[in-house]
Nanobody, 123 residues
Framework: HVQLVESGGGSVQAGGSLRLSCASSGFTFSSYCMGWFREVPGEARKGVAAFCTGEAPTYADSVEGRFTISKDNAKSTLYLQMNSLKPEDTAMYYC??????????????????WGPGTQVTVS
């Protein structure tokens, strides 16, 4: 039973930083993709950053150079370091896992397990 729980969201001023964490359990896949997505009310959920086993990370153009995705296997935790935050980064952020290779790491419809989300507000 795979469980994901995000944390680290909050309110920050433009130019500031936040680090999101996604603690996972029940996850023993040998080949997988893990990613961060964000959603604004009234808009579709969008991929922010992701990586698949053995591949380099993929970032949305809007966050390239500002956000960094990483993971700690010992802690079974996925991270998203967000720097130089902008008001347009305000959204609910979700982590997700696909227990298989995906065609587009930033396409949410390819992921199977999702966390409940954590809110990020940039003013």
């Amino acid at each position: 039973h795979v469980q994901l729980v995000e944390s680290g969201g909050g309110s920050v001023q433009a130019g500031g930083s936040l680090r999101l964490s996604c603690a996972s359990s029940g996850f023993t896949f040998s080949s997988y993709c893990m990613g961060w997505f964000r959603e604004v009310p009234g808009e579709a959920r969008k991929g922010v950053a992701a990586f698949c086993t053995g591949e380099a990370p993929t970032y949305a153009d809007s966050v390239e150079g500002r956000f960094t995705i990483s993971k700690d296997n010992a802690k079974s935790t996925l991270y998203l370091q967000m720097n130089s935050l902008k008001p347009e980064d305000t959204a609910m952020y979700y982590c997700a896992i696909a227990p298989w290779r995906v065609v587009d790491p930033l396409a949410g419809n390819e992921y199977h397990y999702w966390g409940p989300g954590t809110q990020v507000t940039v003013s």
